[in-house]
């Protein structure tokens, strides 16, 4: 019985020390990781698509009606889908659990606060009153269906006349 498994053994041995064998073990790891990795930037690709399409069909009820050229229709044609998980810029408007914020790229987002979001005034803990029209702030979140983005951490700045 022992020179049985010895042979097993050897057999096993010989199957995993064969060049070709170990060539095909590593092209199948190295495809697997291709695909996974491929698979996350499509999964990605698509969130960051579908934020910008919720966005663009709750303008209107995010922002209110907005006037284009002569009265018709504002139309927005951009090169780039929005930034899905977050936005730095100037508050517009505070209407908790809602913030209007005007982003570097001059589009206005709607963050939503919940008890969750973490609040922070510089350094400090902060709270949802602390955050004023004018404000600067920082905030790092999710997208939501709606258009909106949800927030998780705020980060309220030193307005920029403050700092000379």
Avoid at 32 to 44: D, E, K, N, S, W
Avoid at 53 to 61: A, D, E, P, T, V
Avoid at 126 to 133: A, H, N
Wanted: hydrophobic share 40%.
């Amino acid at each position: 019985m022992n020179s049985h498994n010895s042979e097993f053994l050897q057999k096993v041995d010989r199957i995993f020390t064969n060049r070709i064998f170990q060539c095909v073990i590593a092209i199948i790891i190295f495809g697997i990781i291709f695909i996974a990795i491929f698979r996350m930037g499509a999964a990605y690709g698509f969130r960051k698509a579908s934020f910008g399409q919720s966005w663009h069909n709750n303008y209107i009820q995010n922002f209110g009606p907005r006037p284009g050229p002569r009265g018709g229709k504002m139309v927005i044609i951009r090169n780039e889908f929005p930034n899905t998980h977050g936005t730095m810029g100037r508050v517009l408007a505070v209407d908790l659990p809602n913030i209007t914020v005007e982003d570097r790229d001059n589009t206005e987002k709607v963050i939503t606060i919940s008890n969750t979001t973490s609040i922070k005034n510089m350094r400090d803990d902060g709270k949802p009153e602390d955050i004023k029209v004018d404000s600067v702030i920082v905030v790092i979140g999710e997208p939501s269906e709606d258009g909106t983005i949800a927030a998780k951490l705020i980060r309220i700045l030193p307005r920029p006349e403050a700092l000379q």
